[in-house]
């Protein structure tokens, strides 16, 4: 079992950063991969951005550029930092672990920008 607890949402306005937290029950070196999804009003959930344990990263196209998405593994802990942010972005913000072939969720954070 893997608990994840996110953290760092809030509300911002377009152009301005956020930096999103989440933080692993267990030690994520052991964990195939970490990423960060969102799913806004109406919308499906969809990745944002992916990071393996050898630290290898993808991203969403939209979110090319402006976010990053790094690693503490000394803290168990996966940042998100999201720049310049646009109305589009607001969504409730996830975190996934996958390991050992299951799928771990923590609980959401929410991400509004307005314009």
């Known amino acids: 079992q893997v608990q994840l607890v996110e953290s760092g949402g809030g509300l911002v306005q377009a152009g301005g950063s956020l930096r999103l937290s989440c933080a692993a029950s267990?030690?994520?070196?052991?964990?195939?991969?970490m990423g960060w999804y969102r799913q806004g009003p109406g919308k499906q959930r969809e990745l944002v951005a992916r990071?393996?344990?050898?630290?290898?990263?993808n991203y969403q196209d939209s979110v090319k550029g402006r976010f990053t998405i790094s690693r503490d593994n000394a803290k168990n802990t996966v940042y998100l930092q999201m720049n310049s942010l646009k109305p589009e972005d607001t969504a409730v913000y996830y975190c996934?672990?996958?390991?050992?072939?299951?799928?771990?969720w923590g609980q959401g954070t929410q991400v509004t920008v307005s314009s």
């Open positions: 990071i393996t344990s050898g630290g290898s990263t």
């Open positions: 996934n672990a996958d390991h050992y072939w299951r799928n771990y």
């Open positions: 267990i030690s994520i070196l052991g964990i195939n991969a």
